[in-house]
Every structure is written in structure tokens, then in C-alpha cells.
């Protein structure tokens, strides 16, 4: 109690100091989504110098595998240990993984280094978002999300455009490089000014949780990556995938309802809203994902745009994304409103991925721009709604569970987004060179250096017109397929049922107008 009393005498100081540490926050999460955003730009030419087009997925694969299977255990570590000092060795180890990405000297070795980065990212974005609710109250979050949405916009508009111009101009080695100043920054000022109460729980980890659900993701995601592609569907090893994954997920759920610390309580899913979101967010991240790595790779292999040009290209759906998620997340603030933005954001994702996936050899870049923006406006639509009514839905002593557990759902649906589109993208690709290059496109597509636009440029007309109407079929067919999924969200969000948020309106409680305790003890 003598903290909160020190708080209460002396409740100026404490506002600043969460100001302040809300923008060392802010840097680290610009730190987790900058990552995304200019390797996702720089991609063609990482897998022209390394070569492997057929494990392009797997770079992006590996990080949000492991991002994904780390996520809970840095939930749990933060709850035994502290979060500030869980929060900071994730940092660490995202910035060791940059440097040895950046040193990668083949595929195997990129992808391998890819994973040590996602282990240290799973603790970003669940680190930043579990401090923020033990520092704000529900009532007073509101306030801050200009901020938030601020750090977004730099990192979704800067992102592509520094990941492009540092391709362009210095290699994309730096596109890894370029973390550890801005990591190194972050890290100094959580050190400083970042005060939380020191807590150790008895409960432990569930390590046989973390096995079950590891092993289970490992094995869907892998079943996504190699089917029709390495292994046909209804090979062996497909089928000893398909059931290590459900036995193990299986036996992940029926484990949580024994645990006695359980990483995912299966109580919180009795909330209709906390389970819809879940979903939503899940599907936002697979279609998010998806766009992102192969927009880039469509406008330079077929509109002929470099690296540079192909981030700032697209603008037109990261600035749409800004604009409407500051837009909803103020209204939803202000009038404690929310249901219109997930059935609208979701009806404009699958019009805006049907759009997209009519994209041929002769759609103008300013055409495929306006589609991109319809993209981009229901994204905005869902990106902070389904975290806001996901922690609405659960009882304050679930925040962080429920955070945990949203920020798990959204990565594994890029993950999914990423590994499946991949597939369907590869072997498409694969399928028209074929049939309209024969042996020389087989080799084209051997040769990943054949995906950027200055190589392009060196093949025979006919092999070049061919790769580019083979990598626009490509891209047809994972949007569609980006569509068609992106219903599921359409439908879930019809069901949503508005419940009135927690601290909207005037009133104000004792309880929910204290500020956190930032002293340390």
C-alpha cells in the first residue's frame, strides 16, 4: 500500500514518468514492426544474392514461428521475473539475431539467424503491450493511442522506404544492421526511466504446454509450406505432419484445462467477443503479411519498380491503414463504440484482395494503388479494435493473458498468411513458367536472382514477359485465396456483440483514476 500512497501525494511526477516511458515503448515497438517492414521490402534482392526462391516463405516463416512459440513463454517469464528485465533481455536477443541475419552468407544460415530474432520479438510486442496495462488504467489508454498510432505510421511509411533506399543504396545486409542503434536506444531509456515493482510468482512455466503448442504450429505451418511444393498432399510425410500437429494441439488443449498455471487459460475463450476477435485478428494477420512480402515482389518483377520505389508504391495502403485506425481508435475512445469498424474493416479487406488478386501484366501502378488503399483502410479498421475489445472482454486480472493471447493469434496468422500464400505463390510461379518458357523457365525459376527488376532486364524478351505473367498469375492467386479467408472475418464480426468498453463515458472511479505504481521495490 505504501507505494500506492506515494503515488497519490505525488500524483504529477508519476503522469510524466509514464509519458516518458510510453516513448521508450513507442521506440521498441517501432523496433518490432520497422523489422517486418523493410526485410518484407528488401526481400527479392536478399533472395537474388542468396538464392533459394523456393524457401523465399521460409525467411519470413522461421521469424514468426518462433515469434509465435516464444510469445506465451515471455508472458509467463514477465509474470515470475519482472517485466522490465524479461522485457529487455528479449530486446537483447532480437538484436543478436539482427547482427547474425545480417552476416548470413546462404539461405540456410539467413533463416536459421531469422529465428533466434523471432525468439527475442515474441517478447516485444507482448512486452510493450502487458507494461502499458500495468502502467494505464482501461480509462486513460485512450489518451495515448495518438502516440501509438504515431509510431505506427513512421514504421508502416518509413519501413518500406528505408528498407528500399538502404537496399538500393548499401546492401541488404543493413536492413538488419539498421536495428541495433535504434535497439541500443530503446534499451537505454527502458533502463533509465522504465520503474515497475519487482515480483517473483511460485507458479512455473508450462514447459509441457510450450512443448505441445510448439510442436503443433511446427507442424501445421510445415504441412502448409512443403505440400504440393517439396512433398505431394497425400505423401506420407505430409500425413505424419497433419497428425503429429492435431494430436499435439489436441493434447495442448486438454492440457490447459489440467495446468495449474496454464499459458493459455481456456476460460477466457467463454467470452464470445474475446473468441471472435481472436479469430479476426488471426485472419488480419495472414492477409496483413501476405500483402506486405508479395505486393513488393509484384511491382518490381511486373511493374518494373526498384526496391526504393516499390516501398514508397506502397504507401497508398500504409497511409490508409494510419488514417483509419487513428480515426476508429478516436471514435471508439470517445463514444465507446466499436461494432460498425470490424464489419466495415472486414467487408473492405475482401473487396480490396479481390481487387488486388485482378492484377495483371497491364494494371497501372496507380490502379493497383487504389486497390492497395482499400486494403489498407479495413486493416486500419481492425488493427487496434480487436486489441481493444479482446482486453474489454476478460477481467482485469486476464489483461495480460488476454494481450498475450491476441498478439498470438495475430502472429500466428501471419505465419499461416505467409507459409500458405508462399506455397500457392511458389508453385504457381513454377507451373506458368513452365508451361509458357519450358526448359529456360524451369531454370528462371531455379535462378531466384531473376526476381529483380534489373536482372529481369538481362533475360530474353520471351523468358521476361513470361516470368512477369507468371509472377502476376502467382499473385492472383494468393489474393484470391487472401479473399477468400478474409470472409471468415466478415463473418465473425457480424456476431460481435457491442459491449459498453470499461471507463468510456465521463465517470471516473477512484480506482481507475490512480495511476499505476512506478516505484521500484
Known amino acids: ?37 523493410i526485410v518484407g521490402t528488401a526481400m527479392p534482392t536478399i533472395v537474388g544474392e542468396l538464392g533459394g526462391l523456393e524457401h523465399l ?66 517478447g516485444l510486442m507482448v512486452g510493450v503491450m502487458a507494461i502499458i496495462g500495468d502502467l494505464i488504467p482501461p480509462r486513460e489508454r485512450g489518451k495515448y493511442q495518438g502516440m501509438m498510432a504515431g509510431v505506427m505510421a513512421l514504421a508502416m511509411i518509413g519501413g518500406p522506404l528505408v528498407g528500399g ?34 515480483k517473483r510468482a511460485k507458479a512455473g512455466i508450462d514447459y509441457l504446454g510450450v512443448v505441445l503448442l510448439t510442436v503443433g504450429i511446427t507442424s501445421i505451418v510445415l504441412v502448409t509450406t512443403w505440400g504440393g511444393s517439396q512433398y505431394a498432399w497425400t505423401s506420407a510425410r505430409i500425413m505424419e505432419l497433419i497428425g503429429i500437429g492435431v494430436a499435439s494441439l489436441i493434447g495442448f488443449v486438454f ?31 495472414f492477409v496483413m503479411f501476405g500483402a506486405t512480402l508479395f505486393l513488393p515482389l509484384y511491382q518490381q518483377s511486373v511493374q518494373g519498380a526498384s526496391a526504393t520505389n516499390s516501398g514508397l508504391l506502397l504507401l497508398p495502403m500504409l497511409g490508409a491503414m494510419l488514417v483509419t485506425s487513428m480515426v476508429a481508435g478516436r471514435v471508439t475512445t470517445n463514444t465507446g463504440r466499436y461494432y ?39 486493416m486500419g ?39 500458405i500464400m508462399g506455397a500457392l505463390f511458389n508453385n504457381r ?8 518458357a519450358g526448359a529456360l523457365g524451369s531454370k528462371v525459376t531455379e535462378q531466384s536472382a531473376q526476381l529483380d527488376a534489373a536482372s529481369l532486364a538481362k533475360l530474353p524478351a520471351a523468358a521476361r514477359e513470361a516470368y512477369q505473367y507468371a509472377v502476376s498469375a502467382g ?47
Not at 17 to 32: E, H, N, Q, Y
Not at 259 to 269: G, K
Not at 382 to 394: D, E, F, G, Y
Request: aromatic residues 8%; charged residues 10%; proline residues 4%.
Open 1 to 37: 500500500m505504501a507505494d500506492t500512497q506515494t503515488v497519490e501525494t505525488e500524483p504529477e511526477k508519476p503522469q510524466r514518468s509514464v509519458r516518458v516511458v510510453l516513448l521508450a515503448l513507442m521506440i521498441t515497438m517501432m523496433l518490432a514492426m520497422l523489422d517486418n517492414m
Open 57 to 122: 516463405s521460409w525467411v519470413v516463416t522461421a521469424y514468426t514461428l518462433a515469434t509465435a512459440a516464444s510469445t506465451p513463454i515471455w508472458g509467463k517469464l514477465g509474470d515470475m521475473y519482472g517485466r522490465k528485465a524479461t522485457f529487455m533481455t528479449s530486446i537483447v536477443i532480437f538484436l543478436i539475431g539482427s547482427a547474425l541475419s545480417g552476416m548470413a552468407q546462404d539461405m540456410g544460415q539467413l533463416i536459421g539467424f531469422r529465428a533466434v530474432q523471432g525468439l527475442g520479438a515474441g
Open 165 to 198: 533506399t538502404i537496399t538500393d543504396n548499401w546492401g541488404w545486409r543493413w536492413s538488419f544492421y539498421i536495428n541495433l542503434p535504434l535497439g541500443v536506444v530503446a534499451l537505454g531509456l527502458i533502463s533509465v526511466v522504465l520503474h515497475l515493482p519487482k
Open 255 to 285: 492440457w490447459q484445462t489440467k495446468a495449474a498455471e496454464p499459458i493459455v487459460p481456456l476460460h477466457i475463450f467463454r467470452s464470445r467477443n474475446f473468441t471472435l476477435m481472436s479469430l479476426i485478428g488471426f485472419i488480419t494477420g
Open 340 to 378: 460498425v469498424f470490424p464489419v466495415v474493416g472486414s467487408a473492405l479487406m475482401v473487396v480490396g484482395l479481390y481487387l488486388l488478386s485482378t492484377m495483371d501484366t497491364g494494371t497501372t501502378r496507380f490502379t493497383s494503388g487504389v486497390f492497395m488503399a482499400v486494403v489498407g483502410l479495413g
Open 381 to 419: 479498421c481492425l488493427m487496434q479494435i480487436t486489441m481493444l475489445v479482446a482486453q474489454n472482454s476478460v477481467e482485469m486480472k486476464d489483461m495480460g493473458v488476454a494481450s498475450s493471447s491476441t498478439t498470438l493469434f495475430r502472429t500466428l496468422g501471419s505465419s499461416f498468411g505467409v507459409a
Open 429 to 436: 510461379v513454377q507451373d506458368v513458367m513452365s508451361e509458357r
Open 475 to 521: 499473385t492472383h492467386s494468393a489474393f484470391l485465396l487472401g479473399a477468400v479467408v478474409a470472409v471468415l472475418a466478415l463473418v465473425a464480426a457480424v456476431f460481435v456483440k457491442e459491449v459498453p468498453l470499461k471507463g468510456a463515458g465521463p465517470q471516473k472511479s477512484a480506482e481507475d483514476a490512480a495511476p499505476a505504481p512506478l516505484v521500484e521495490v
